[in-house]
Every structure is written in structure tokens, then in C-alpha cells.
């Protein structure tokens, strides 16, 4: 490794905060200010157009000599037939859960509870106010709510890809209890074995800890009260106090306000304790993107630009006339990448937006498509369904601000 004293010195800032290839210019910036070695993003690094490894993400092949080298010179590891520690707990076996738990868990490396960095999402609503959050290694538990497909989830998994976190996502439902999230005794190889849940798991490295669709969830969430208060957690089944380390954080995403859903559409939600959710201190409340990021959006997943367009217009008068009352039913961010995915597929707009919106029922579905056939003159509108109430309803509220 021919590097200068400074640049390995770089080199070790960016390991110690937990980079690994490929490393955004985010994180370059960081390690910089950090450090104060370089004043700006180093030239040996962003001007080397073999280090590219996609739109702001560079290679650096010395990382993995620096982490190497650091391996070297820590102590010899235990030898390979000392076995795992284990303590016998009311006839039953314990392990003491680390990182070798989290192997267990991902059946993997701990690197792959980093989610990926995935090169078509576009950074929007709150995504900067997680990330700084996330990056303060605060622990502040967050509630995110919005409609369905606004993309909530999204944001929290990549979030901890920029900046490099383990994120520990937990999907709820009425069933979910205190054994899926704390823990258990399982039977491994004929011995009853203490396992950690994902929320242990995630105290006990520092993660963040996702919990998707939690406004589903029943009184059995209530066992996460002390997490939440970020004092840590006593374990009754083993006899053993948990207390998170640094970095440890709560993230919440929910369709509701954890208030139950009054018009049905989102069936099983209920009525979350209030003692709960007052131990969020933060709510973040996600919209719909605007028109012109949806546009970015269905240009990162390879959307024409007068086809973006279009359906763009389409979906943005669907919510007017939704949060209106005039129609039941809206178009989704998810549903609208959904259709461009299709398009890609089938090579015909008539065939992906009919598939797309087939989940619908028929008069909704005539309806919808009628309303996109005057927004793209590309589509024929369905017999019968050009005088449809709604779609009417919609135009004529629209005509004077939408040019088609």
C-alpha cells in the first residue's frame, strides 16, 4: 500500500466510521471535516475515474488493506475448538448473544444488516431530518406515518445505507409478541437454547431498530415501553438486564397515527396505547411527493420523460379528487414506478397501466384509465367509460389548473 502518512491516516477515519466499498462522497466529505486532513473531497479519490463505482460512489481497494492490516495487529483470536459460552438456565441452555448472534440472525456477516444503496432512490420529504438523527447516534425514537407506497419504509433503509448502519427491520402484525422481539428459548440440536430477538440484537450493536407497519400491532407491543424510554430491559425468562450501547435507535412507520383507520383502508390497524406512542418524540407526518420529484423518481427507474410526465399529472389529480372525497381509491407513488416497470416489460402503456390498476375494482378501473387517456392522447379510453361521474368530477375540477 504506497500511500502517503496522510492518506492512510484518511484511510483509518474512514474505517473507523464504519465505510465500506463502495464509499458515497457523503461519507468522504464527513471523514474530511471529521479529521481535517483535506479541506475537501481528496482528488486522488473523486478524480480517479477508476475508483467510479456509480453517481457519487468510489471503490477504494486500500480500505480493505487498512482493515487488514488493523486485523494483524489485534490479539490472536480464541482457538477454533474453544467452544461458544453457554450457562445453564433452568435446564435449559443460554448463549450470551454478540455479534454471533447477529450471524445467526442474517446468516451472514454483520455488514449485511447494512441495507444496499440502491442507485435509483431519490432523497426527499424527511430524508435529510432521519439522516441527521440517524448519524447523530442520538437515541430518538421517531414515528413515521403516511399513506400507503409514499415510500416511509424506503427512507429509513436508506438512510442507514448512506450513513452506514445496521438497521434491524421488524415487520408487525397482531401476532407479533414479546418472544419475536426480545427473545426466546428455541430447540437447536437437541438443546433448548436462549435466542435474541431483533430488538435485543440491535441494542446490543447499536442499531437502528425499524418497526414497519407498527399500527398494526396488538397490547403485546407494550413490552418495548422500556426500550423506547431508552433505559435498557430486563430479560425475565433469563435474569438478564439489557442496556443499549451507543447508536441505538427507534424508527416507526405506520399508514395511521397509531388512531385506528376510520374509512377501512387499512384493515387491522387498530388503536395504539397512548403511553406508546407518547414515548415517540418526534412524528413526521410523509405526503405524497410533489409532482416534479415523482418525475425524478420514474427518471431513476428509467420512465420517458413525456411518459413521467403524464402519469405524473394523472396521479396528481386522482389526489385531489381522493383527499376531496370524490373517488375512493388514489394512485401511489410505489403504483405509478409500478407501471413503468410493467411498461418496461410489456412495451405498451395500455397493458401496464391495465395490469397496474386491475387490484381496483371495474367501475374504479374504467375510470382511472378514461381520466389517463385524456392526460396522454397515446390511450384509447374504455367503451363506456369516458362519461364515468368521476372521472367527470375530476376533469372539471382540474381543467382550469392541470394543462393536458
Known amino acids: 500500500m504506497n500511500l502517503k502518512n496522510r492518506q492512510v491516516k484518511y484511510l483509518e477515519a474512514l474505517v473507523a466510521a464504519g465505510c465500506t466499498n463502495p464509499v458515497s462522497r457523503a461519507d468522504l466529505v464527513d471523514a474530511c471535516n471529521t479529521t481535517g486532513i483535506y479541506s475537501c473531497p481528496p482528488s486522488w479519490i473523486t478524480q480517479d475515474s477508476g475508483r467510479k463505482a456509480g453517481r457519487g460512489l468510489y471503490n477504494i481497494p486500500e480500505l480493505d488493506q487498512v482493515v487488514t492490516s488493523k486485523v494483524e495487529l489485534s490479539p490472536a483470536p480464541a482457538p477454533a475448538s474453544a467452544s461458544p459460552a453457554v450457562a445453564v438456565v433452568q435446564g435449559a441452555v443460554e448463549t450470551f448473544s454478540d455479534a454471533s448472534m447477529v450471524l445467526g440472525m442474517t446468516g451472514g456477516d454483520r455488514e449485511r444488516l447494512i441495507p444496499s444503496i440502491n442507485p435509483e432512490y431519490v432523497p426527499w420529504g424527511h430524508f435529510k431530518d432521519v439522516e441527521k438523527i440517524i448519524r447523530s447516534r ?13 415510500g416511509k419504509t424506503t427512507m429509513i433503509e436508506q438512510v442507514c445505507a448512506k450513513v452506514k448502519r445496521e438497521c434491524y427491520r421488524v415487520n408487525i402484525t397482531k401476532q407479533t409478541d414479546e418472544d419475536d422481539l426480545l427473545g426466546g428459548f428455541r430447540l ?37 415501553q422500556p426500550v423506547l424510554e431508552g433505559k435498557g430491559i430486563f430479560l425475565k425468562k433469563i435474569s438478564r438486564w439489557v442496556a443499549p450501547i451507543d ?29 406508546f406512542l407518547d414515548r415517540f418524540p418526534m412524528t413526521m407526518e410523509q405526503p405524497y411527493a410533489t409532482k416534479s420529484t415523482e418525475k425524478k423518481i420514474l427518471d431513476k ?13 394523472w396521479a396528481e389529480i386522482i389526489r385531489k379528487s381522493f383527499y376531496e372525497g370524490a373517488v375512493d381509491e388514489i394512485i401511489s407513488t410505489r403504483r405509478l414506478v409500478d407501471i413503468v416497470r410493467a411498461f418496461d416489460i410489456f412495451g405498451t402503456k395500455d397493458k401496464a397501466i391495465a395490469l397496474c390498476l386491475a387490484r381496483f375494482d371495474d367501475d374504479t378501473k374504467e375510470a382511472f384509465v378514461s381520466l389517463y387517456s385524456k392526460v396522454d392522447a397515446d390511450i384509447e379510453a374504455p367503451d363506456g367509460a369516458i362519461d364515468a361521474e368521476v372521472v367527470r368530477a375530476a376533469l372539471d375540477e382540474q381543467s382550469n389548473k392541470v394543462p393536458f
Not at 248 to 267: E, L, Q
Not at 301 to 313: R, S, V
Open 247 to 275: 447508536g441505538f435507535t427507534v424508527v416507526a412507520t405506520a399508514n395511521t397515527k397509531g388512531k385506528g383507520s376510520d374509512d377501512g383502508r387499512f384493515i387491522g390497524t387498530g388503536i395504539l396505547n397512548e403511553a
Open 188 to 224: 437447536i440440536d437437541g438443546n433448548t437454547v436462549w435466542q435474541d430477538g431483533p430488538v435485543i440484537a440491535a441494542m446490543k450493536q447499536g442499531g437502528v431498530l425499524l418497526l414497519d407497519e407498527v399500527d398494526l400491532a396488538s397490547h403485546n407491543i407494550m413490552c418495548l
Open 301 to 313: 427507474a428509467g420512465c420517458q420523460a413525456e411518459f413521467a410526465d403524464h402519469l405524473t399529472k
Open 138 to 150: 442520538r437515541f430518538i425514537p421517531v414515528f413515521v406515518t403516511g399513506l400507503s407506497g409514499n
